[in-house]
Nanobody, 121 residues
Framework: QVQLVESGGGLVQAGGSLRLSCAASGRTFSSYAVGWFRQAPGKEREFVSRISGSTIYSDSVKGRFTISRENAKNTVYLQMSSLKPEDTAVYYC?????????????????WGQGTQVTVSS
């Protein structure tokens, strides 16, 4: 079992930055791939980024967001820069041992409760 807790969300002006954290329980967390997803009101949950042995990003955030992990702290980060109003959403981190469906929410087994990010224009 893995429990995930996101933090770091908030209100920021367009062009600003935020760093989200995903803190996990479990001694084997370093074995898990971790993804970040986001969901805006009325929209489907959208893949943002993933880290396992490598990192991948959606086209909409590539070059602006950076995912990283600190295994000693059981924490994964999402550094978000050059934020846009369209980045406004609830951001979720998720963990999995699966190696398929890596850009889909169905590929992840454990989820955090989410943290709100609001970007004002």
């Amino acid at each position: 079992q893995v429990q995930l807790v996101e933090s770091g969300g908030g209100l920021v002006q367009a062009g600003g930055s935020l760093r989200l954290s995903c803190a996990a329980s479990g001694r084997t967390f370093s074995s898990y791939a971790v993804g970040w997803f986001r969901q805006a009101p009325g929209k489907e949950r959208e893949f943002v980024s993933r880290i396992s042995g490598s990192t991948i990003y959606s086209d909409s955030v590539k070059g602006r967001f950076t995912i990283s992990r600190e295994n000693a702290k059981n924490t994964v980060y999402l550094q978000m820069s050059s934020l846009k109003p369209e980045d406004t959403a609830v951001y979720y981190c998720a963990a999995t041992l699966k190696t398929y469906n890596i850009r889909s929410w169905v590929g992840y087994d454990y989820w955090g409760q989410g943290t709100q990010v609001t970007v004002s224009s």
